[in-house]
């Protein structure tokens, strides 16, 4: 049982110090002595969980996009209302951004590598797929005009939320992430949501993307 510990603990200072180095370098920059030196592990420690710089950046996206979801969870109830449980979603987006190392390194190696998956499923497929059934009920729900098509919708929102983050990443703005996020939803929902309900929802958004949230 010890020995598993150490063996686990060790796979997770690799991932930590991983992520830090191809958040900091990039994927194609990184190296595995960096990431040794970064690990604070043995050349042996490394190998004995990872056989490659590809493998372990996916064993990281693997991570990163567990500790995503599981944030996610939170807001994925099926008595949330799906609207809230959108703006939600990208809540969780600005948070990690700002406070986890794992995903901010997980969001950056899906576009560096190149198939935007880890070892499984192609990520944004799947939250297309979660983006779809939200919308869906949100139109059940009455939370979006009759003239919308709730999957052009739920593809746009992902595109949003992905974009917004992206964007900011790319230009230095991660500071501003929480601002540019609610403001693209204060443009959005006039758009999406029926009239009696828009000040409710930006009123919502607010809140949770507030910076001191």
Do not use: C
């Amino acid at each position: 049982m010890v020995r598993q510990e150490r063996a686990e603990a060790t796979r997770d200072s690799v991932l930590r110090g991983a992520a830090g180095v191809f958040l900091r370098l990039g994927y194609a920059n990184a190296s595995l002595s960096e990431i040794i030196a970064e690990s604070q592990v043995t050349k042996g420690a490394l190998y004995f969980h990872f056989g490659s710089k590809e493998e372990l950046a996916r064993a990281v996206i693997d991570e990163g996009s567990a500790r995503f979801d599981a944030k996610s969870e939170l807001w994925l109830d099926r008595r949330t209302p799906a609207l809230e449980s959108l703006i939600g979603v990208s809540s969780v987006a600005v948070d990690t951004a700002a406070h986890d190392v794992l995903v901010r390194a997980t969001f950056r190696l899906l576009v560096e590598i190149g198939d935007y998956r880890g070892s499984g499923p192609a990520t944004f497929d799947v939250w297309l797929d979660i983006f779809r059934d939200l919308a869906t009920r949100a139109a059940d729900e009455g939370d979006l005009k009759s003239d919308v098509d709730s999957s052009d919708i739920a593809r746009f929102l992902l595109q949003m939320v992905t974009g917004v983050r992206l964007i900011a990443s790319a230009t230095g703005t991660m500071r501003d992430l929480s601002e540019s996020m609610k403001t693209s939803w204060n443009i959005i929902l006039p758009v999406v949501v029926p009239e009696s309900k828009v000040e409710y929802f930006r009123q919502f958004a607010a809140r949770r993307l507030s910076s001191d949230h």
